[in-house]
């Protein structure tokens, strides 16, 4: 979710000024996704620039400035809560990232890798799991957001571990020198590939 769509939705209920946007924004999340108020009035500075909000009279007492959504911007929020949301771009995984090159990379210990983020990852769900249990029976709105929130965070570490069992087996399943050699091209094979085209062409050839 993008800074820009949650400030939308926060306007779409009534008008409001940087700080209570955030604070609003921060709420509803569970502080999942904490902005600060430069970022707030950053995006609503080019939310002005697009024409979806307008600022409401002047600043106040306080020198601050209330903002509401203009009609462009409530078809643009009336759109999005209808949009999917686009799962085509694949996103940068560090850990993904970390394991594919681990796997490739002479010297590196992956089980070792493997079993070191295993245990933060369970520890993070046992953490998770805490949480969960001190919520109510009944929440209110505020309460079910942060819980639908908790809730999926729970799910893409209890992947995150079959991920890592699943990468574990196959590790074990193949050995990683053979790997690391069909992964890592030969060392000066592209000078030797150079010299040998060099010494084959004419010299009257050459430039």
């Given at each position: 979710m993008s800074v820009k769509q949650g400030l939308l939705a926060l306007l779409a209920e009534e008008p409001m000024y940087g700080a209570r946007l955030r604070s609003e924004f921060e709420a509803r999340t569970g502080g999942t996704w904490p902005l600060n108020v430069g970022q707030v009035y950053t995006t609503i500075a080019r939310l002005?620039?697009?024409?979806?909000?307008?600022?409401?009279?002047?600043?106040?007492?306080?020198?601050?400035?209330?903002y509401r959504l203009t009609p462009a911007g409530r078809d643009a929020i009336a759109s999005w809560w209808l949009t999917p949301v686009d799962r085509d771009a694949t996103p940068?995984?560090?850990?993904?990232?970390?394991?594919?090159?681990?796997?490739?990379?002479?010297?590196?210990?992956?089980q070792r890798v493997v079993q070191t983020q295993r245990t933060a990852t369970l520890r993070h769900l046992r953490d998770l799991t805490r949480l969960k249990?001190?919520?109510g029976d009944e929440p209110d709105a505020h309460d079910l957001a942060w819980l639908l929130i908790l809730e999926n965070l729970l799910f893409a570490a209890e992947a995150e571990v079959r991920w890592l069992d699943h990468v574990e087996s196959t590790l074990s399943r193949m050995p990683l020198s053979s790997l690391r050699r069909s992964a890592t091209p030969r060392e000066g094979t592209d000078a030797e590939t150079a010299d040998s085209?060099?010494?084959?062409?004419?010299?009257?050839?050459?430039?």
């Open positions: 002005e620039r697009d024409g979806l909000v307008e600022p409401v009279g002047g600043a106040d007492d306080e020198g601050r400035i209330a940068r995984d560090e850990l993904v990232i970390k394991l594919a090159l681990a796997v490739t990379s002479p010297g590196v210990d992956v249990s001190r919520a085209e060099a010494r084959s062409t004419p010299k009257g050839a050459r430039a």
